[in-house]
């Protein structure tokens, strides 16, 4: 006959039994009922999260989504000087996604990748873009066919809860993908 461990002190236990004492089956017991209360606790904090997520506002979904996205311009940007000063970029200056067309007057180039790339924050938000020195560095950056698109792209777009979920799972994706590739120097 084969004599099998203790769960607990690991010596020899009794037969038919999974411990070797009783001071052994209540500790076991103990460790059970934690168990269960983890478990259990990690189901509530579940639920809780199903619930937030049903409480938010579409402007809280257009509010993740544009993190992700802003994520996933600074990586794809990373290195690149400054789209409206030219300043060169350094881990010191903190830096923004700029938007050429800015997201409360043209809703519908929001989360448009033509429209966003990384500008210091005195430019930013300081200057508010500097769009004079932003449009020739854009026109280099990017090319005139595109920029004359942005000029002439539809104003307004309602986007639904739906798409904002999606592009923020996509460019959480893309974001961790750019970053890999990124040069550190």
């Known amino acids: 006959m084969i004599s099998k461990k203790c769960k607990i002190c690991r010596k020899p236990n ?8 009783i001071e052994c089956e209540a500790e076991l017991g103990l460790r059970l009922l934690e168990k269960a209360k983890r478990a259990e606790a990690k189901q509530v904090r579940a639920v809780d999260k199903v619930r937030k997520e049903k409480l938010k506002k579409p402007i809280e ?31 010191d200056v903190k830096r923004d996604a700029s938007h050429l067309k800015s997201r409360g007057s043209n809703s519908a180039l929001r989360f448009h990748l033509w429209n966003l790339h990384m500008a210091c924050v005195r430019c930013n938000m300081q200057l508010s873009g500097n769009i004079a020195e932003y449009y ?10 595109k920029v004359e698109y942005l000029h002439n792209a539809p104003r307004t777009k309602r986007f639904s809860i739906d798409y904002l979920i ?20």
Do not use: M
Request: aromatic content about 14%; proline content about 6%.
């Open 61 to 91: 979904y257009a509010n993740d989504a544009q993190k992700a996205v802003n994520l996933y311009v600074k990586w794809r940007d990373w290195g690149k000087p400054c789209v409206s000063c030219g300043t060169p970029h350094r881990f």
């Open 14 to 21: 009794r037969p038919f039994r999974t411990t070797c004492s």
């Open 136 to 145: 020739p560095r854009l026109i280099e950056r990017i090319g005139a066919e």
């Open 166 to 185: 999606r592009l923020k799972e996509v460019f959480t994706k893309k974001a961790k993908r750019q970053e890999k590739r990124a040069v550190w120097f």
